[in-house]
């Protein structure tokens, strides 16, 4: 690779007029066995083409494809697909004819993989082709590949697929609707996955290439038939196309086709078995809603917006929770409040700690898609009983969750709800519930500015120094030496230092490690 950048540069350096000397020993390296090498070869062959005289491609360049494209060993002619396009367009008619033919015997030829080259550089010769060679040659040619049937060669009419959408973009509708449907209807059906696979991953650049009418008139029904594919891959990259699919619809016949088509393979795909396909389809349903209306997100998309969120997997959830942004621009936070939110709580109280877990994760994000006003009210409770839950990796989370509150609401929002209820759980009896207090200092001294933490979190820990409980004090001087490097020296001398002094004559021998470790850090 650096070898050909090398000599691509010293022939820049010298002029267009030394291109040509760099045929010969990239004409060897494009016939290696090596894919690698020849694919780079061929990459710097094309770019050399464009440094080269008209009367170079004719004389120097073009002869070098025929030699490849006549080679015996197929490395060659697999190499020489990908530089039909660089030359064609600066030889003569009657060499634009030879190049024509030798390119045909390459889509024809007996080695699956030359043909599969020759699908994969299909849709950029036909670029440089002139239109009426393009329908009477061309075309024929990607048609016979997007239907290879020869050695069940699945590659080459998934390769084909690609090819078809560029040349789509290259003719009209109505030689589209004669010429490329027939192919395109053939691949969303073909018996291989793969080029079902293929069709549904590139269906929204085939809606473009093809227009409104011809997607009216026959794709929707090979889309809701992808939707419907019995293969999890294949339906999983439709769902994820639904939206983009729905929205390059014209507006005036949007409503008419998603309503009978498109929403009920949706319905279907909510209750799929397979985990992918559900968070495929979920990271993409909410944003129909702008596109269905208020009136058909409530009646129709939110029931099925329930079933996801309570899904099993949590990637379905989150994709859900996600996007709730969207739904509320059109709904109103009142409507969302009534429908999805009670679900939203009533997994947040799960009586499964996994479930319960699922859901505290996600709240920084829901937090931050409705605002602060409307979280205080009917999810901040929610947010602050979980420190007191009874499993530690709940707790630990919640900790966790209000860093992340507090970085979104900010400092004022923080002083006000959160700092105060954390603090107040330095007298709780439970000692589970002093140590979340430590643990929740632990994390929100990186996002508290220094006066904070000195007026209000220090003297509460350093009474926490005296708990009758070991793991509580050592956690204090943990703390203590989290704290340290961001507050001031007269607070670490007064208030921080006799702490961890006290803490390092201990009965306790934790104690006494962890106190020694935090005056290390003090010092």
Wanted: net charge negative.
């Amino acid at each position: 690779k650096q070898w050909y950048q090398r000599r691509v540069a010293i022939t820049a350096g010298g002029g267009p007029e030394y291109a040509s000397c760099l045929l010969p020993p990239l004409e060897n390296l494009a016939t290696v066995e090596e894919t690698v090498v020849r694919e780079k070869a061929t990459e710097s062959l094309r770019i050399i083409a464009t440094e080269h005289s008209p009367a170079d491609i004719e004389n120097k360049f073009a002869p070098l494809v025929k030699r490849l494209s006549q080679g015996d060993w197929f490395t060659s002619r697999t190499s020489a697909c990908g530089l039909y396009a660089a030359c064609y367009a600066n030889v003569s008619v009657a060499l634009k004819t030879e190049l024509r033919l030798m390119f045909k015997s390459l889509c024809t030829d007996d080695t699956p993989m030359v043909r599969r080259a020759a699908a994969s550089k299909i849709g950029e010769f036909a670029k440089v082709v002139e239109m009426e060679h393009l329908k009477a040659e061309i075309i024929p040619l990607f048609i016979a590949l997007a239907n290879d049937e020869q050695f069940s060669q699945d590659s080459v009419r998934l390769l084909a697929v690609e090819a078809g959408i560029t040349i789509a973009g290259l003719l009209n509708e109505s030689d589209i609707e004669t010429l490329l449907l027939p192919m395109f209807r053939s691949a969303a059906s073909d018996k291989s996955w793969r080029v079902r696979f293929m069709i549904a991953d590139k269906f929204i650049e085939l809606q473009k290439a093809v227009g409104p009418t011809i997607t009216k008139n026959h794709l929707v029904f090979h889309f809701t038939g992808l939707l419907k594919d019995v293969e999890a891959e294949v339906r999983a990259s439709a769902a994820n196309k639904i939206k983009d699919f729905c929205t390059n619809l014209p507006a005036d016949i949007q409503e008419a086709v998603m309503m009978p088509n498109v929403l009920p393979a949706v319905k279907e795909l909510v209750c799929d078995t397979n985990q992918h396909v559900k968070a495929a389809l979920a990271s993409v349903i909410m944003g129909l809603s702008p596109i269905m209306g208020k009136d058909n997100t409530i009646q129709h998309l939110l029931p099925l917006f329930l079933i996801l969120l309570k899904d099993e997997h949590s990637d379905v959830r989150l994709n859900i929770i996600s996007n709730l942004d969207s739904v509320n621009k059109v709904i109103g936070i009142h409507q969302l409040s009534q429908s999805l939110l009670p679900a939203i709580v009533e997994l947040a109280e799960d009586p499964k700690w996994r479930v319960r877990l699922a859901i505290i994760e996600h709240m920084p994000l829901l937090a931050e898609q409705l605002g602060v006003e409307f979280f205080d009210e009917k999810l901040n409770s929610l947010c602050m009983s979980w420190l007191v839950d009874g499993v530690f990796a709940i707790r630990w989370a919640a900790t966790s969750n209000l860093k992340k509150l507090v970085a979104i609401f900010g400092l004022e929002w923080a002083q006000n709800t959160v700092i105060t209820k954390v603090l107040s759980m330095a007298r709780d009896p439970n000692y589970l519930h002093r140590m979340t207090t430590l643990f929740a200092v632990n994390v929100l001294v990186d996002v508290c500015p220094p006066d904070v933490i000195t007026k209000f979190m220090v003297p509460v820990i350093s009474n926490l120094a005296n708990d009758p409980v070991p793991n509580v004090r050592f956690n204090v001087a943990k703390t203590m030496a989290k704290i340290a490097p961001g507050i001031d020296a007269t607070t670490i001398e007064t208030q921080v230092k006799p702490c961890l002094t006290r803490l390092n004559e201990d009965d306790d021998s934790d104690v006494k490690w962890f106190a020694q470790e935090a005056l290390i850090i003090c010092h």
